[in-house]
């Protein structure tokens, strides 16, 4: 139990258009999300918690109006890379915690290369 | 504010030997820690957390780790290194079960046959 899963895998995009990357609770809901970006050899560092039905919390340093963050519903929060340049180009994990009680642990999906050309 | 260090950004070790990877902490609250598998190009699998209780923690693939408070630290072990133990563990800090989680810069781990 307890997977996310993220769609796409990998995306190529040119620069200047927008990717959005979908990540889902396949058999949980989650009230609460998180997206990370992970560059080569580098650790995760956490973009914004994303919160069902509410805006998002952006970390310090991240832009949220390049990097729009939906939290539709309990099993599906987005997010959208708008604009994109070669520097964005990065791997973006998504994470979720169950809404049940006492659940501490964060379910990882599997990750989304992105690349800009 | 919380953060967590992790000691050598790379470690070697004989297949069969004893893994030790290291981690400190540091969080205003009593933290909740957790250590983390990543193969390449993959997400995060958990393998083991510490929240309460038992400092002694066991996790999955033989893994454990020990909580020690006043050396802020939450080492990962393993006794017996197996090659498909090869990957990057991130261990990482929490101030609160639904709060943001923190994460070290990542160890690889190296398994020479």
């Known amino acids: 139990g307890a997977v996310v899963s993220q769609h796409p895998s990998w995306v190529i995009c040119k620069s200047g258009t927008s990717v959005k990357i979908e990540c889902r609770s396949l058999d949980f809901q989650a009230t609460t999300m998180f997206w990370y970006r992970q560059f080569p050899k580098q650790s995760l560092m956490l973009m914004a918690t994303?919160?069902?039905?509410?805006?998002?919390?952006?970390e310090q340093g991240v832009e949220k109006d390049k990097f729009l963050i939906n939290h539709a519903s309990l099993t599906l929060s987005t997010l959208t890379v708008t604009s994109a340049h070669p520097e964005d180009s990065s791997f973006y994990i998504c994470?979720?915690?169950?809404?049940?009680?006492?659940?501490?642990?964060?379910?990882f999906g599997p990750g989304t290369r992105l690349t800009v050309t | 504010a919380q953060s967590v260090t992790q000691l050598g950004s790379h470690v070697s070790v004989s297949e069969g030997a004893l893994v030790l990877l290291r981690c400190n902490y540091s969080?205003?609250?009593?933290?909740?820690l957790f250590w983390y598998v990543q193969y390449p190009n993959q997400g995060l699998q958990l393998l083991l957390k510490y929240t309460t209780g038992a400092t002694l923690v066991k996790g999955i693939n033989g893994f454990e780790a020990e909580f020690k408070k006043s050396e802020t630290s939450f080492h990962l072990t393993k006794p017996s290194a197996h090659m498909s133990d090869a990957a990057e563990y991130f261990c990482a800090v929490s101030e609160g079960g639904y709060q943001k989680v923190t994460f070290g810069t990542g160890t690889k781990l190296q398994v020479i046959p």
């Open positions: 969080s205003s609250v009593p933290p909740y």
């Open positions: 994470s979720a915690i169950p809404q049940k009680r006492n659940s501490y642990e964060q379910y």
């Open positions: 994303s919160n069902e039905g509410s805006k998002a919390t952006y």
